[in-house]
Structures are given as C-alpha cells and as structure tokens.
C-alpha cells in the first residue's frame, strides 16, 4: 500500500485526466486511440514492477496521455527506495501536453518532498516514427509501463508498417507497434508492462510480431480481465475488447509465468492467481507461438489434457475454410425464391446448430445462391461438411456451434456456404457420416469450446487457429461419431458424455 503522503497527488492526477476528457469529444478522442487508464488500474500495473538495480531509474512511456502511468510507475519507484527517477515521454496530442505537464510537477513535487529527484522530457512527437531506439546517445530504460493507442492500419501503405519493418512484420494495428519499439528501448532485464488488447496473443496477423516478442524478452505474468467493459476510462461503449496486463522482462530466459485473473477492475487486486510453466502457455509446436490464457486451474487442466492429443486438427487430415459467398459482393446470384432448379441452398449462421446444419427452403432467413455464370467461384462441390459458425455474440454461452451438412440433404451437384460460417472436411477425402458427426460432436463438446477459449479472446472464431489445435485421432472421431448420429436431444450435457470418455475426461465439466 502507498503510505498517506503519496495519495494525496493520486487525486489530483486522476482529476488532471478527466479535466483532459471532458474537454475533448468522444470522435476527436477516437482518432487517437485515447482511452485512459483509471487510476486502480494504473497502481495495479505499477504495483507489478520489481524494484530497478539502476542508480537513476529511467522510465519510458508511450501515448502518456496526461501522464497516470507515469505517476503510479515513478511513485511504485519512490515507493521502492529509487530516489532518482528521470522519465522520457511522448505524447502525439499537443492538446493533452499541459496536463500532463502538469501531472508530472506533481510528481517532481512529491519526489522533492521525500527528498527524491524526479526529472522528465516531454516529445509531443509520433512515437512510432521516432523510434528513440535508433538514437545511439540515449541510454535504454529500466521500465515502460504503456497503455498504447489501438487502431487497425493498412499493411501496404502506413508509414507505421515501414517504421517497424526491421524488428517485424506483418502487423495489422499500431499498439503492437507501439510494444515492439518499447521493446527495443529497454535495456537487459528491463521491465516492459503493457494493457493491452488480448488479440496479439493468437492468430495469423500477429505471428511475426509475437515470434519477435517471444524471443526479445520473458513473458512472466499476464493479468486477464474476465469482463471486458470497465477497464478504461471512456464513456464509449463500443470499448468492448477483452484486454490484458502483461509483464516482459528484457534478455530473460521464458521460465513459468503467472496468471491472474479477476472479472473486472473493482476486484483487481483481489485477483485469482496461478502460476504454470511456459510450456503450458505458449504453444511452442508450431511456429505460430500461441499464447493460452487459462482463467483457472480447471482450465489449466484442460490445457494439459490437450498435451495428450495424438495431432492437431490439420495433422489428423481436416481442412477448414472460410465459407466462399459473401453475400454483399454476390448479390446478383442471390435470390429468395428457394427450391427453384437453377439454384443451391445457400447457408447462413443461422442454418448451423448444434450438431445439425439444416436448409429447408421455408425459413424467412432462407435464400438460394443461383447457378448464373460465373457461380463455381462461389458454390463448392456438393458433399457431406460440418459447418462451423464463425461468429458468436458476445453474451452466447458458447464460442464454438458446429453442425452437420449432409450431401444427401440437397439434390444438387453444387452448395453455397456464406463467409460468416467455416466449413469442415478431410483435405484427401471425403468425409462420411460417421466421421462428421464425431467432428460436429468434438467442437459442440464443452471441452473443446474451454479449449478454444483459452486460445482466443476473440468472439470469432478464425480457421487459423482451429488449424492449429490439438486434435483426437480419427479413430477417436468416429468412435465418437458412431453415438453422436444417433442422439435425439443435441444438448451439451448429451454430448459431452459422448465426447468426454473418448478423451478421458472424468469430471463433468464446470460452468466458467
Ligand atoms: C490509450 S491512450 C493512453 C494514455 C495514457 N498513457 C493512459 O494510460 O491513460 C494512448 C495515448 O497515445 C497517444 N498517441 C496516439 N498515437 C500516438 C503516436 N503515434 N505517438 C505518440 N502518442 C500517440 C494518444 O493521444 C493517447 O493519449
């Protein structure tokens, strides 16, 4: 705990921040990725840093807003018995330049008063693009505690994309930028502490960036927030990303690393905590270097159970793909008259329940996809997939619904799938009945929904990762395919008492 003396700018810093807010708009705030740290959660992160050997401690902050992180981290210092601070920040927003002057007085204030030197260099400047690690005669830093702006830029022609593209490449959004630079500031065993979206962990788009990371630095604790709203300070709802605190120490060798996890910020240091070894978390097997969250020991367990899989999903044989219809683009092909001969049944999520994928030409959602020129680009060969949707809201219970597509459903020789739903199969051959419903019961099982979980953050659910995942052997599917093609109510109880003694799953399976 901070003793009394160093609360007392705590208000006065929290009050500089929202004083910033209130006076700019949601829209121009947008822009920039301005989406502040609330003061709990700014002392979490600096109660994470572990007391810096250095004689004068050097803190690094990128997008400092008004300055918060920067005052819990100098403050944690001051705490710790670092007397001498020196803290280099930029800041992209002039707007935001003279509260964070101010900010920062306080702090010099406070350091003076428990006879410390706190000292600072503002840079309203691009961080990205300034790459202060290129400059030979600036020391590196002992800590970064960041919360970097966040927004989606284009690979091909953003100046972020070149900026970067000797530590990695490959990057879809800027707060992975942001973490890459900072990276490449610190010194050996320098501390990196970053809020950030979760999506860096897993999928395609931040590969290279995570490669990167991984092998810069140790990831040694990582903080999961189960709830995702109420982590900023934002009065924009839309802020619904699932986020994570994570802990990078520079050089280090990956030994185990800790998970807290807590619902949301008002329970934070109260958080449920773990610690596994590396192995268990990042999935090394691949070059994609996963990174899984278990949120508790009962997911954990799920992670080991996963070790014994014989293959992943591609090694076992199945693609998966991405449906090929994208209605918006293939609009002259679509047409609600259904049942008519020049046209397919065209599935849309709807259609995908579990363990059956149904088109019966009588739903108001239900269209066809017509055999006009040019449809091969679209439909696939009629045959037997599952279907898995690719999308699930974010209060649904479950991530994964799958279901089965008959060939015999449909006398037809084509089929259309929409994008909004990935289709299944065997890459070499074609997938029978039995085969398919141990598939559609495998991902409709609560197991491999706790699984996908701990992979993604993400109410999507990419091919990538799937692809990815470690997988039963066939002989597993079909044995579990036999029971499943005859079971009359599809609930997930039914199913996982298919799925679970196939898998050796004992316990009945705890709701999160
Ligand atoms: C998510 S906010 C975090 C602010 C502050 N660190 C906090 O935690 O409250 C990100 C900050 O980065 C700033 N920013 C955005 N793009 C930037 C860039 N390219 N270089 C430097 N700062 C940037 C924004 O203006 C914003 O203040």
Same mark, same amino acid.
């Given at each position: 705990m901070y003793q009394q003396s160093l609360i007392e700018p705590k208000d006065d810093i929290a009050g500089l921040q929202s004083a910033f807010l209130n006076k700019k708009t949601l829209n121009a705030r947008k822009v920039l990725g301005q989406f502040f740290t609330r003061s709990v959660i700014?002392?979490?992160?600096?109660?994470?840093? @572990?007391?810096?050997?250095?004689?004068?401690?050097?803190?690094?902050?990128?997008?400092?807003?008004?300055g918060i992180l920067t005052a819990s981290s100098a403050l944690r210092c001051l705490e710790l018995g670092c007397k001498t601070v020196h803290a280099v920040l930029y800041e992209l927003d002039n707007e935001a330049i003279p509260h964070l002057e101010q900010t920062l007085k306080?702090?010099?204030?406070?350091?003076?008063?428990?006879?410390?030197?706190?000292?600072?260099?503002?840079?309203?400047? &691009? #961080?990205?693009?300034?790459?202060?690690? *290129?400059? @030979?005669?600036?020391?590196s830093f002992d800590l970064s505690v960041i919360n970097p702006p966040y927004f989606?830029?284009?690979? *091909? &022609?953003?100046?972020?994309?070149?900026?970067?593209?000797?530590?990695? !490449?490959?990057?879809?959004?800027?707060?992975?930028?942001?973490?890459?630079?900072?990276?490449?500031?610190?010194?050996? $065993?320098?501390?990196?502490?970053?809020?950030?979206?979760?999506?860096?962990?897993?999928?395609?788009? #931040?590969?290279?960036?995570?490669?990167?990371?991984?092998?810069?630095?140790?990831?040694?604790?990582?903080?999961?927030?189960? $709830?995702r709203d109420k982590v900023f300070k934002s009065d924009d709802s839309t802020v619904l990303q699932e986020n994570i605190i994570c802990r990078f120490i520079k050089?280090?060798?990956?030994?185990?690393?800790?998970?807290?996890?807590?619902?949301?910020?008002?329970?934070?240091?109260?958080?449920? !905590? !773990?610690?596994?070894?590396?192995?268990?978390?990042? &999935?090394s097997s691949n070059e994609q270097r996963i990174i899984r969250i278990p949120e508790s020991a009962y997911e954990a367990n799920i992670l080991r159970q996963v070790e014994v899989f014989p293959t992943t999903f591609s090694g076992a044989g199945y693609f998966i793909s991405t449906g090929r219809v994208v209605e918006h683009r293939t609009r002259q092909y679509i047409t609600e008259e259904t049942n008519t001969s020049h046209s397919v049944p065209l599935?849309?999520?709807?259609?995908?329940?579990?363990?059956?994928?149904?088109?019966?030409?009588? $739903?108001?959602?239900?269209?066809?996809f017509m055999l006009n020129k040019g449809h091969e680009k679209h439909t696939i060969k009629n045959a037997t997939y599952v279907l898995l949707k690719r999308f699930s809201s974010k209060d649904e219970q479950r991530r994964l619904v799958a279901g089965v597509h008959l060939e015999d459903a449909h006398d037809c020789k084509f089929i259309g799938f929409g994008n909004k739903t990935n289709y299944m199969g065997l890459s070499e051959e074609l997938l029978t009945k039995v085969e398919a419903y141990g598939l559609a019961a495998i991902f409709n099982s609560s197991f491999m929904d706790q699984y996908f979980r701990c992979i993604s953050g993400n109410t999507q659910v990419n091919a990538t990762e799937i692809r990815v995942m470690k997988f039963p052997s066939r002989e597993q599917v079909k044995e579990i395919g036999q029971q499943a093609q005859n079971l009359k109510t599809t609930t997930t109880s039914n199913i996982d008492r298919i799925v679970n003694p196939v898998f050796g799953v004992l316990s009945t399976i705890q709701k999160r």
């Open positions: 700014s002392d979490y992160m600096a109660s994470l840093i @572990e007391k810096p050997k250095s004689r004068t401690v050097r803190i690094l902050d990128a997008g400092a807003g008004t306080i702090i010099e204030n406070t350091f003076s008063r428990q006879y410390g030197i706190f000292t600072y260099d503002i840079y309203c400047e &691009d #961080f990205v693009l300034a790459r202060p690690d *290129k400059d @030979e005669n600036r020391p989606k830029y284009r690979l *091909k &022609d953003s100046p972020y994309a070149k900026a970067v593209a000797d530590l990695y !490449q490959g990057d879809p959004n800027i707060y992975a930028s942001f973490m890459a630079v900072v990276m490449a500031c610190m010194k050996e $065993h320098g501390q990196m502490l970053t809020i950030t979206p979760r999506s860096f962990t897993n999928g395609l788009y #931040f590969k290279k960036f995570r490669s990167y990371l991984l092998t810069e630095a140790a990831l040694d604790l990582i903080h999961i927030f189960k $709830h050089g280090k060798p990956q030994e185990a690393i800790t998970v807290r996890s807590s619902d949301s910020d008002i329970n934070i240091n109260n958080a449920n !905590q !773990q610690q596994y070894s590396a192995k268990l978390i990042i &999935d599935y849309r999520p709807h259609n995908v329940t579990s363990l059956t994928a149904l088109w019966t030409g009588k $739903h108001k959602k239900e269209v066809s």
